[in-house]
């Protein structure tokens, strides 16, 4: 499969500009990319967070699709709510049109408070795919940490004090989790690599089950960052093996979808984030060194999972 | 027309079957638990194309509902207590999404201490969540109602949720003798549905649940408002035209012996059907009682109320939930509005009673019923607010 820009430039965007998400936002570059690959109908649900309040303010709208907002904890049985409706309107033959559902929910409302409404949904395997904007926080409400937050990382519920240095304990492994329950196809993407995030988005669809595609985002405020910066960080969390590629089908076939010519050490990646900044200093080495041995660890983990999986 | 011996929550699968609605999610939880297994039963057997969602949490449940029912689809749940509290966030954004869900609740009491008995104080923690709710005194007005409850919550001047509530155990697994309609007759009492504005409509895209700020949220309140005020009439008119076809015509608060009466209670659901015991007893003893119970309790139909009260002097009510705190409970706190309002000169008095599934016995009721007798006579001074059928030391 090939993604032909030249084509998808032609067509009428389906997540507009005009919505207020921060400027350089990761999660409208996502939004973007995911409405690209869209060519039937769909309904988009969205949860509580920052692209829900930003594209949808009354009387306004940066969707031309089909778009519910229902809560914080539940995008995926709202999803799967309309899903539903739509199986069952077409067994009482009132339905013709082959209709596709895609989720949008931020890591708080995935890794969170919304874990079991999405754990159910997928469990039950209704036709959908959730896509995960991770920012790795709750930007929304100022920055707090979620379960998606890195070890030793700023957030405003865990400041970097004289006595605790930033979140203690690592954040945990979703995209793992969701593969756990063997529904047809988990991914983890970025949108510094849009081909990637697009093809990814493609095979998802196709799926007439669940998908979950956990997508690494850059946040302006919340990492502080420069809006200039975006992208280019979204490219280096990839580059660093801290967000490595790869899918999974049906919790089995393992494939690393992108090896780095040369793997960069993560301060390439921290560097540039204000969230990261205590740990480029002498006295926080050890921080840094054990968040850079996760990396390594993951990443040689997840070598061995795909070298030894099932095909 | 068949007359069949059923529960309750028998009937309420068995009106499920009939509507046969196009999504049905929900979750287990005791006395409601029947309803959802009834019915799951006819979806394996193919007697249903309904797509039953049975899901991992109520709060999923009303998420589904309300996805499903934006969607387009006709759509019900039952819960009872914990599931309705587990609910709550989700039944604001049904009502407020104008959806018209209607669901089966099964009155049960909330935890803590947990307990699985009869006490309104479930569906009473959800009478400002913007669902109409009404109360059945028996398992006859429970098949009934649900069947009405559709074309209400569906009503082009409504257009919001609808909770049929129905006493957990005393009425749910109660074995009754009840009058069932044809499935063509209920096919044809709540007719096909067409939904308004649904997400499944690829020329005409919606949006549903968008950020509203100050500048236009009291607007789509106002409007949610005077849709809940609109449903007075439709869920009058719609009783009549079920009178029409079943024989047995609904209106908005029943009564019982109130044309001459002095003195009367006030009770919601099957704890109604228990004070007619008491007044009939009053009457051969030559005190002219009466019983109301309102079937609407939201909106709360003030007006019919007041007329159904008609000359008494007295009036006891009679509340299976407490507003902790608040020195009146719920049905009390709206008919001494709807009495204040209205410039009358009703005496109020009100007991809780029956938290928890605790029995209300006849003697209890009717001392109750007597203190009120001799309060109209200026005889005694009975407290305004209490408990009843508690342990007292
Ligand atoms: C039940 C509930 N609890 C808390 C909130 C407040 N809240 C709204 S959005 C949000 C954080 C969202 O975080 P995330 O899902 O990561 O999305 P982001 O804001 O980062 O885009 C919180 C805590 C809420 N709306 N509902
Ligand atoms: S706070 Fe972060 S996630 Fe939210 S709009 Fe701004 S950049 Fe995007
Ligand atoms: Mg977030």
Redesign the interface.
């Given at each position: 499969m090939v993604i032909k820009l030249r084509e998808i430039s032609k067509k009428k965007p389906l997540f507009t500009g005009g919505h207020r998400l921060c400027a350089g936002c990761g999660a409208a570059v996502i939004a973007r990319q995911v409405m690209n690959m869209v060519d039937e109908?769909v309904?988009i649900?969205n949860g509580t967070g920052c692209l829900?309040?930003t594209t949808?303010?009354?009387?306004f709208?940066s969707?031309?699709?089909?778009?519910?907002?229902?809560?914080f904890?539940?995008t995926a049985?709202?999803?799967?709510?309309?899903?539903?409706?739509?199986?069952?309107?077409r067994?009482?033959g009132e339905?013709k049109?082959n209709?596709r559902f895609i989720a949008f929910a931020g890591d708080g409302g995935t890794y969170d408070i919304g874990l079991?409404?999405l754990?159910?949904?997928i469990?039950?395997g209704h036709r959908f795919l959730y896509v995960c904007y991770n920012n790795q926080a709750y930007m929304n409400t100022g920055y707090q940490r979620s379960g998606a937050t890195p070890a030793s990382s700023w957030s405003s519920t865990t400041p970097v004090g004289t006595k605790q240095k930033g979140k203690p304990g690592r954040s945990k492994d979703l995209t793992a989790i969701t593969a756990a329950h063997k529904i047809p196809y988990v991914a983890q993407a970025s949108p510094g690599f849009w081909n990637d995030l697009m093809l990814k988005v493609e095979r998802a669809l196709q799926i007439d089950g669940p998908s979950f595609i956990n997508v690494i985002q850059p946040c302006i405020p919340g990492w502080g960052i420069l809006p200039r910066d975006s992208m280019r960080l979204a490219k280096l969390a990839v580059d660093t093996c801290y967000w490595p590629l790869y899918e999974i089908i049906d919790g089995r076939e393992c494939t690393i979808n992108y090896h780095p010519k040369q793997k960069l050490p993560l301060t390439e990646f921290l560097s540039l984030q204000k969230r990261f900044k205590h740990l480029l200093k002498d006295e926080n080495r050890a921080l840094l060194e054990e968040l850079q041995a996760e990396v390594d660890t993951d990443w040689e983990m997840l070598m061995m999972r795909c070298v030894g999986s099932l095909r | 027309m068949r007359v069949v011996a059923e529960t309750a929550n028998g009937a309420v699968a068995e009106a499920m079957r009939q509507i046969e609605p196009?999504?049905v999610?929900a979750y287990p939880i005791t006395p409601q638990t029947e309803v959802v297994e009834e019915f799951a039963g006819y979806v394996s057997d193919g007697r249903v194309?309904?797509?039953f969602?049975?899901?991992?949490?109520e709060?999923?449940a009303m998420?589904?509902?309300?996805?499903?029912?934006?969607?387009?689809?006709r759509?019900i749940t039952a819960t009872s207590s914990q599931g309705l509290a587990y609910m709550w966030?989700?039944l604001y954004?049904a009502s407020g999404?104008r959806l018209p869900i209607v669901m089966a609740l099964v009155n049960r009491a909330l935890s803590a201490p947990i307990n699985i008995h009869c006490d309104h104080s479930d569906s009473m923690g959800a009478r400002d969540s913007g669902w109409i709710q009404i109360y059945c005194r028996d398992a006859q007005e429970v098949y009934d109602t649900f069947i009405q409850a559709l074309p209400i919550a569906e009503h082009e001047d409504v257009r919001l949720p609808v909770m049929v509530c129905y006493d957990g155990f005393i009425v749910s697994h109660s074995l009754a003798r009840i009058e069932m309609m044809t499935d063509e007759r209920v096919r044809d009492f709540i007719g096909s549905y067409k939904a308004v504005y649904p997400?499944?409509?690829?020329d005409h895209?919606?949006?549903?649940?968008?950020?509203?700020?100050y500048d236009?949220y009291m607007e789509f309140k106002r409007q949610q408002a005077e849709a809940m005020n609109r449903a007075l009439e439709v869920v009058f008119e719609i009783g009549k035209r079920f009178g029409k076809i079943s024989g047995r015509s609904y209106g908005l608060v029943s009564s019982y012996r109130m044309e001459d009466a002095d003195i009367a209670l006030a009770a919601l659901s099957s704890t109604a059907r228990t004070a007619e015991v008491i007044a009939d007893e009053l009457r051969d003893q030559g005190i002219r009682a009466g019983v109301i119970s309102p079937r609407l309790f939201r909106p709360f139909p003030a007006k019919a109320l007041l007329q159904a009260l008609g000359g008494i002097k007295v009036l006891g009510v009679l509340d299976r939930a407490d507003s902790i705190g608040a020195g009146m409970a719920p049905l009390a706190a709206d008919i001494g509005a709807a009495l204040q309002s209205a410039g009358s000169n009703i005496r109020l008095y009100n007991r809780v009673y029956g938290l928890g599934g605790r029995d209300l016995t006849l003697s209890d009721l009717k001392s109750f019923f007597l203190s009120l007798e001799r309060a109209g006579q200026g005889k005694e001074m009975p407290a305004h607010f209490g408990y009843l059928g508690v342990r007292e030391d």
């Open positions: 109908p309904v649900g829900e309040v949808s303010i009354y009387p709208s969707w031309n699709v089909s778009w519910i907002h229902s809560a904890p539940n049985s709202t999803i799967a709510g309309v899903e539903s409706a739509w199986r069952a309107l067994d009482f339905m049109d209709y079991q409404a754990s159910g949904a469990e039950r | 196009h999504v999610a194309r309904t797509r969602v049975p899901v991992e949490s709060h999923s998420s589904i509902c309300v996805g499903a029912s934006a969607a387009g689809a759509v966030e989700m954004i999404n997400l499944l409509d690829r895209p919606v949006i549903y649940g968008p950020l509203v700020l236009y």
